[in-house]
Structure formats: C-alpha cells, structure tokens
C-alpha cells in the first residue's frame, strides 16, 4: 500500500475531529498521569517506511515481535514515546493523525490496511510484553494444538473480538499485564478496551482455585466463535459500508454479528443478511434506540 503523504496528516490535524480525538487522548494522559506510550505498529502496511513520516522517527528506537506467522510479508513491532517531553507528544500528535487517515480513508469499496494498532500507556517494551503481544496472536484450531493467527492488534479485527471473546478470555489477557488496551475504532474515535479482573470474571468463587484452572494462552475458540471469526471479513466489509451512514455503536455490531452466525450456519445468504441488517437498524431507529 501507498504510504501517504506528510501533507495529508497536515490535512488530518487541521479538522476539528482531529482536535476533539487530541483533547479527549490528553485528558486521558493528564488523568491517569501516564508518563509513557507503547505503540504497536503494523509493519505489513507500509514497512519501516511508516516511521519516515514521524518526526525523527528513522532515529526512534524500534522492537520487533517474533512472526506471528509465516505468511506475513513483515513484522510487528513497538516503539515507545516519552510523554514528558514536546518530542514524545509531538510523535503521539502525529501517531494519532496517521491513525485517524487510515480509518477516514478506509471505506466501501477501497478498504486501507491499519499501520497503527494498540496503545499501550506505561507498558515499557520488555521481552515479557513482547512475548505477551506475540502469545495473544496465536490460538489452537477446533480439536487440535495445531496453532493458527489471530490478527487482534487490527482494531477493525479488534473491536469485534471483544464481542466474541468470553470473560475468561478476556482474563487471559489481562493476566499477561495488559490491564487496558486503546486503539482507534470505525468511528475515529481513541477507544480503550479495559480487561477484566479475576475478581469480576468470578465473582462469587474461590479465585486462586478459580485461576489455577483457567487455562493459559493460546486461546481455545468454541465452534460457535471460530464460526464468526470466519466472518469478519464479510463483517468488517458491512461495517465500512455502514459507518459513512450511521455512527458504529455496539448495538449495530451486535446486530452485524447476528446476522454472521446465521450466514455461518448456511440458514441465510449474504444477500439477505444484508436485507435484515438494514430492517434491523432502521426498526432500531424507528423506536428511538442509538444504533
């Protein structure tokens, strides 16, 4: 993919959702007093070519994740910014601007891949972490230890996993250290995943017996899940469709995803799951629910 210009991230910080998605990033920052931002950068997209349009981004320190696998033509990797400094917020400023071009641009009919992924506050790049990101991407196939890919880091990918995955997935996650997760979703908004604790996960039971029998990463998928991670092509290619008319909210994934089990049980076509996502939404909007 043609990476874009320096003069069309220009474009990207002068519109005022730009500003709106900056303001709401800081308050984050000033909130939580972080002091550090991870990235994870998809360097399928564009290559190491991507960090020449940050500002001394060829000078920034780079780590590579181990392949997640064989087919990919490049790597992951992280990069850290110091966010005490005006060169760190100036890297964050123009990571955010890179983010939001690719989602703008990613539309019905001309998909744009995503460059960059997650943001992680004050998670400093240790070979723990690395491993960690690298873990999260693999799972088990239905019936085998066979290992597949999970491209969880593609927020597209991303924000419909978190309506798949179950609570005790989720606290796979988080016992990697990964607490909160943020990314950029189909609205152009920063969105943070936030995983939840075994005390949340398991309320009512004994938590050491609970946690000694969750089972450790890679994941393990019930037919259901792996039958609606086979769609998220299709899903994904609906909701680019579908956000240049409606903003993205959980209720409309809910429904997309609905509809994705139904084509995957071989019940309905694409045509008429298309047909009913549309009824759907627009029965939803005639009694007044945000979709």
């Known amino acids: ?15 005022d959702e730009y500003q709106k998605q900056l303001n709401a990033l800081y308050l984050t920052v000033s909130d939580n007093q972080y002091q550090t931002l991870t990235v994870l950068i998809d360097l399928n997209t564009y290559g190491t070519a991507v960090f020449g349009l940050l500002d001394c981004g060829i000078d920034l320190p780079v780590e590579r994740i181990k392949r997640i696998h064989h087919s990919f033509s490049d790597d992951l990797a992280l990069i850290e910014v110091s966010l ?12 955010l ?20 992924c997650l943001w992680l506050f004050d998670q400093p790049i240790t070979e723990t972490l690395k491993y960690s990101l690298y873990l999260i991407g693999q799972t088990y196939g239905m019936g085998t230890n066979k290992r597949r890919y999970l491209r969880y880091w593609d927020p597209r990918v991303l924000v419909l ?36 604790t075994a005390d949340e996960v398991y309320p009512a039971a004994n938590i050491e017996i609970a946690l000694q029998q969750l089972k450790p990463l ?14 998220i092509e299709w899903m994904n290619m609906i909701v680019r469709q579908l956000k240049e008319q409606i903003i993205i909210t959980g209720q409309v994934y809910e429904v997309v995803i609905g ?33």
Do not use: C
């Not at 874009?4 to 519109?15: H, N, R, S």
């Open 97 to 116: 601007a890179l983010a939001l071009y690719e989602n703008t641009y990613d539309i019905s009919g001309q998909p744009h891949a995503r460059s960059v």
């Open 259 to 291: 509809q994705a089990l139904l084509i995957a049980k071989r019940q309905i076509s694409q045509q008429q799951a298309v047909k009913n996502i549309v009824k759907s939404l627009e029965q939803k909007k005639d009694k007044g629910v945000e979709v």
């Open 161 to 196: 996993l978190t309506h798949i995955w179950t609570d005790e997935q989720k606290l796979q996650i988080y016992q990697l250290g990964l607490a909160h997760v943020h990314y950029v979703d189909w609205n152009n908004k920063t969105t943070v995943l936030s995983l939840p």
């Open 1 to 15: 993919m043609l990476i874009p210009k320096v003069e069309f991230l220009d474009d990207i910080q002068a519109t």
């Open 218 to 231: 890679p994941f393990r998928f019930s037919q259901q899940q792996w039958s609606l991670l086979e769609q």
């Open 84 to 95: 005490d400094s005006s060169k760190g917020q100036r890297l964050l400023e123009q990571l």
